[in-house]
């Protein structure tokens, strides 16, 4: 890499860092986030790619998806911004748990995924009014696209990731948490 390339690279870095993103949903504002934590919020659905965003310096109000940086690295470009939407000083975007199902006190196991979350066993759940949340022991948490099978001691579970739809196998007794929250 060269220095051009370098300094301007950690240009944008910087300035990624100092981005600023307001959302708003049916109406309601919620942010501002810097980029990076917005991010994190569109990982776990509290952002939906059909919320709004502004930041300063882009050209209005875009789809959460076509901001600059939201996917993939890069930072959007300064500029002179609209005023957000509204005045009020918005609350971040709670997703509303409709399940919950803990280790301390629900068995994981071939039973619990066909008999309590059988609705997303198996079938296309892009009409669903829900989605399904995983933590296992590592601390990682899973935006399940579907359960694909539920096996003896493990299920397969399909998840996005950057964009690509895979497969993943869970042992049960690594699953530490389970929420059904609506989209």
């Excluded at 079938?123 to 022991?137: A, H, I, K, S």
């Amino acid at each position: 890499m060269s220095t051009t390339e370098w300094v301007a690279r950690s240009q944008s870095l910087a300035h990624a860092a100092a981005v600023l993103l307001h959302f708003d949903r049916e109406g309601q504002a919620f942010g501002p986030y810097p980029l990076e934590e917005a991010r994190e919020y569109l990982k776990r659905g509290q952002i939906l790619p059909t919320d709004q965003a502004w930041y300063e310096g882009g050209p209005g109000w875009v789809p959460v998806m076509q901001v600059p940086g939201m996917i993939g690295g890069g930072a959007p470009a300064p500029g002179s911004p609209p005023p957000p939407p509204s005045a009020v000083s918005p609350a971040a975007p709670q997703a509303v748990v409709t399940a919950r199902y803990a280790k301390a006190d629900t068995k994981f196991n071939k039973h619990f995924f066909v008999r309590i979350l059988g609705r997303f066993l198996k079938v296309n759940p892009d009409g669903n009014p829900e989605q399904l949340f995983m933590r296992v022991r590592t601390g990682e948490e899973y935006l399940l696209y579907r359960v694909a099978r539920a096996e003896q001691d493990h299920c397969v579970i399909q998840m996005d990731e950057s964009g690509v739809r895979r497969d993943k196998r869970v042992d049960y007794f690594n699953i530490e948490e389970v929420e059904v929250r609506q989209r």
